[in-house]
Nanobody, 128 residues
Framework: QVQLVESGGGLAQAGGSLRLSCAIS????????LGWFRQAPGKEREFVAA????????NYADFAKGRFTISRDNAKNTVYLQMNSLKPEDAAAYYC?????????????????????WGQGTQVNVSS
């Protein structure tokens, strides 16, 4: 099973930035589609962004477009989520996830149930 460990959460001011990192088991890193999800208290876990195995294809939730950027460094077995222009409503626990399934074309899953392995989460708080 893939192991994932997130870091980089914390407190940011509205309008500020944070960069989340997720370190992934070395052996399987290149085999995974990687995604970020978030979950606020009392709400369902929601998709934030995903990136292909090669790093050449990515997709974002509407709220993340233009503000968040997902990237991966295959040499470091790490996926990142750069979050800019943070808003109080971005406060949540952020989780990285890995999907070992092969999909044809440029499809990247956006539903949590498609992902096989999850990290423990890192908390992001945004002050207004």
């Amino acid at each position: 099973q893939v192991q994932l460990v997130e870091s980089g959460g914390g407190l940011a001011q509205a309008g500020g930035s944070l960069r989340l990192s997720c370190a992934i088991s070395k052996r399987t890193f290149r085999l995974n589609i990687l995604g970020w999800f978030r979950q606020a208290p009392g709400k369902e876990r929601e998709f934030v962004a995903a990136i292909s195995r090669s790093g050449e294809v990515s997709n974002y939730a509407d709220f993340a477009k233009g503000r968040f950027t997902i990237s991966r460094d295959n040499a470091k077995n790490t996926v990142y989520l750069q979050m800019n222009s943070l808003k109080p409503e971005d406060a949540a626990a952020y989780y990285c996830a890995a999907d070992m399934t092969y999909y044809s074309g440029t499809y990247l899953p956006t539903t949590a149930s498609k992902y096989d392995s999850w990290g423990q989460g890192t908390q992001v708080n945004v002050s207004s």
